[in-house]
T-cell receptor, first 116, second 111 residues
Framework: EAGVAQSPRYKIIEKRQSVAFWCNPISGHATLYWYQQILGQGPKLLIQFQNNGVVDDSQLPKDRFSAERLKGVDSTLKIQPAKLEDSAVYLC??????????????FGNGTRLTVT | QKEVEQNSGPLSVPEGAIASLNCTYSDRGSQSFFWYRQYSGKSPELIMSIYSNGDKEDGRFTAQLNKASQYVSLLIRDSQPSDSATYLCAVNRRTGNQFYFGTGTSLTVIP
């Protein structure tokens, strides 16, 4: 079974620039999550999709962050404009089904973003 | 109050000892509990899941759940240097299939 695919692995941008991350979940996984992990902290949920609908985006800074999951498969997360405090690892994860509370999260390798 | 709290560490144990990692959660409706291991510069990987009160063993790892006390723990027996990592506790809430993570406990196993 192929894992969660993410790209790019690393990105360095200057503040006020824009950046986009891409994620392809495990085949058949209906629920897709984007997490932000700042060094030394646990992952923080940014947005959760069930198929192509948003379940939770309460912690997404909507003035600068946006995400979409067209066709209920792969997803993109965009930051525009970036701030220094956005430097973090952005993790995409998926789980088998939104109705099964026992399905664990499976993570991609993450994208390490550095904003200078 | 944070959704999930872990003992901050760092935790150091000698090789061959038992490492004990603890986690508490605030939502009594939480149903599923997971332990993830995260090596430096890597993404979290699932090592244990537990859904019912009691103990669950998998090799050198034992997860313990006490829903009345809202407490989850992970024991690592015969700790090895390769176990040195940050361990994240994750809790799945009943509604919305949302996962909340603790800040992680850094474990170092000293050869």
């Amino acid at each position: 079974e192929a894992g969660v695919a993410q790209s790019p692995r690393y990105k360095i941008i200057e503040k006020r620039q824009s950046v986009a991350f891409w994620c392809n979940p495990i085949s058949g996984h209906a629920t897709l999550y984007w997490y932000q992990q700042i060094l030394g902290q646990g992952p923080k949920l940014l947005i959760q999709f069930q198929n192509n609908g948003v379940v939770d985006d309460s912690q997404l800074p909507k003035d600068r962050f946006s995400a979409e999951r067209l066709k209920g498969v792969d997803s993109t997360l965009k930051i525009q404009p970036a701030k220094l405090e956005d430097s973090a690892v952005y993790l995409c994860a998926s789980s088998l089904t939104g109705n099964s509370y026992n399905s664990p999260l499976h993570f991609g390798n993450g994208t390490r973003l550095t904003v200078t | 109050q944070k959704e999930v709290e872990q003992n901050s560490g760092p935790l150091s144990v000698p090789e061959g000892a038992i490492a004990s990692l603890n986690c508490t959660y605030s939502d009594r409706g939480s149903q599923s509990f997971f332990w993830y291991r995260q090596y430096s510069g890597k993404s979290p990987e699932l090592i244990m899941s537990i859904y019912s009160n009691g103990d669950k063993e998998d090799g050198r790892f034992t997860a313990q759940l006490n829903k009345a006390s809202q407490y989850v723990s992970l024991l690592i027996r015969d700790s090895q240097p390769s176990d040195s990592a940050t361990y994240l506790c994750a809790v799945n809430r009943r509604t919305g299939n949302q996962f909340y993570f603790g800040t992680g406990t850094s474990l170092t196993v000293i050869p």
